[in-house]
């Protein structure tokens, strides 16, 4: 079975934090631009508190990644450097 992706897991957390109380709202008869307000309110903030565990592992996967992308060719610049003389 495939691992969900790091990213597409906080994407998705972050997406239903945003749609589970804007729906709410909506149901509350709360005016559609009013509700997407408050629901990007309450997404930011519970996003914020519940979710940093998982954006913290987030951000160092993607700065191993691009450390790692990065080492993978030391020197590239240099020898472009060299060889436009």
């Known amino acids: 079975m ?7 897991t906080y ?3 972050r997406v239903a934090l ?3 109380p804007f729906a709410v709202l909506m149901l509350f ?10 629901a990007a309110i309450i997404g930011l903030s ?3 508190i519940f979710l940093a565990r998982l954006r913290n592992r987030m951000s160092t996967a993607i700065y191993e ?8 060719a030391p020197g590239a610049d240099e020898t472009a450097e060299d060889s436009a003389k």
């Open 29 to 38: 008869n709360i005016t559609w631009w009013i509700s997407a307000i408050l």
């Open 18 to 20: 945003f749609v589970v």
């Open 2 to 8: 495939k691992k969900i992706p790091l990213w597409l």
């Open 65 to 72: 990644a691009r450390a790692k992308q990065k080492s993978a």
């Open 46 to 48: 519970s996003s914020y």
């Open 11 to 13: 994407t998705l957390l």
